[in-house]
């Protein structure tokens, strides 16, 4: 029996099935080469150069579907278009950080080869996934940014607070030794005094009377510190204590006071006063003496408000101008620390021809 030999193709045969082995090289060879080129340039992408290097992702990505360009828009932008493709950092559940519009492309499905769309799918997610890492990156910069400034601000408000309570100790200091120890020791030598040993009034001088003025001194010091109408009364009645006593020194005094049906928390309470006793204590210092001033406090409003304006001769034309009213004085620095506290803020400047005015405000809730 004859041997039979096998049908070999046609050259017709061979040469389709070459071209078309070559035409599916060259597109594995395409896929292969937009994956690598574009996993390079997205891992040595950073926060400076993440948009140049997704544009040109993007813009290679058209090329590879044969459309002339594409754009890369955030979450925000792509409301408008139809035909934006959602970037996703990871998997398909994950929600879009930005979308990809691809100028003749209205969707992954329109695509026609089944691996060129695989291809396009991995592509999306290598643009996710750095989207994502350096979007991280850069919130975690931001955090730490913040972080930092918070950590100076606070070394700063340290510094301020120990330099408020040392010269809080001065004033307190000075005021016990020119007040009360001097009342305190001419009381003493009157009571020693050889008259009222024998049971005699001294050149007329009343023991009783020195000591009920000691006493009214040493309540004027505790006052000062931290006055009970605040914690018995509330604010208000604090600051229509700061008023009269500005008001017995020769200032006239306008007050307007309004307050809400509940009281509001200690710590916001401390606070405002504080505010407050700064801002006289200012006013008595730079006012260059008696003067018009007005108390404002609406504590019924959302936010709550406190003005405190004076009309006197306010500050210099050369202590404006070095920087006074932009905040380089301790007692300012520490009025608006204590003011962001509670969420609140203060400003303050020169009044419009006179005098100087310091506004705080805050949250009705805190």
Not at 225 to 230: D, F, I, S, V
Not at 234 to 246: C, D, F, P, R, T
């Amino acid at each position: 029996m004859r041997d039979t030999l096998p049908l070999l193709p046609s050259d017709g045969e061979t040469i389709a099935e070459l071209r078309e082995l070559y035409r599916a090289a060259e597109s594995r060879a395409a896929r292969l080469r937009l994956l690598s080129v574009s996993a390079r340039e997205l891992a040595e992408a950073n926060s400076l150069t993440l948009d140049e290097v997704i544009e040109r992702c993007a813009q290679r990505l058209a090329f590879f579907v044969g459309c002339r360009s594409a754009v890369v828009l955030q979450v925000e932008a792509q409301a408008s278009n139809e035909n934006a493709i959602p970037i996703t950092a990871a998997g398909d559940d994950s929600k879009a950080i930005a979308w990809l519009v691809v100028d003749g492309l209205s969707g992954i499905d329109a695509i026609p080869d089944e691996e060129d769309r695989d291809a396009f799918r991995m592509e999306l997610d290598q643009l996710g996934l750095t989207i994502d890492r350096i979007t991280k990156d850069r919130e975690r910069g931001e955090l730490l940014s913040k972080l930092q400034e918070r950590e100076q601000t606070l070394g700063m408000l340290l510094d301020q607070i120990f330099t408020a309570q040392e010269e809080e100790r001065r004033r307190v200091s000075h005021e016990l030794h020119d007040g009360v120890a001097q009342t305190a020791t001419a009381l003493v030598r009157i009571l020693e005094s050889p008259a009222v040993v024998a049971g005699q009034v001294d050149g007329g001088v009343n023991p009783a009377e020195v000591a009920r003025s000691l006493v009214a001194e040493l309540r004027r010091v505790i006052a000062g510190l931290r006055p009970t109408l605040l914690d018995d009364l509330g604010l208000i009645s604090a600051l229509q204590a700061l008023a009269e006593n500005l008001a017995a020194e020769g200032y006239s005094v306008t007050q307007e006071f309004s307050q809400g049906d509940q009281r509001l928390a200690p710590v916001v309470e401390t606070a405002i006063f504080r505010v407050a006793q700064e801002a006289v204590a200012n006013i008595r210092k730079h006012a260059g003496g008696p003067c018009n001033v007005t108390l404002v406090a609406r504590l019924d409003t959302d936010p709550l408000l406190l003005m405190i304006e004076d009309e006197g001769v306010g500050p210099s034309d050369e202590t404006k101008i070095t920087g006074m009213l932009s905040g380089n004085s301790v007692g300012i620095e520490v009025m608006k620390e204590r003011m962001a506290s509670i969420g609140g803020s203060l400003d303050w400047g020169a009044g419009d021809e006179s005098g100087v005015f310091v506004k705080a405000s805050f949250p009705a809730q805190f």
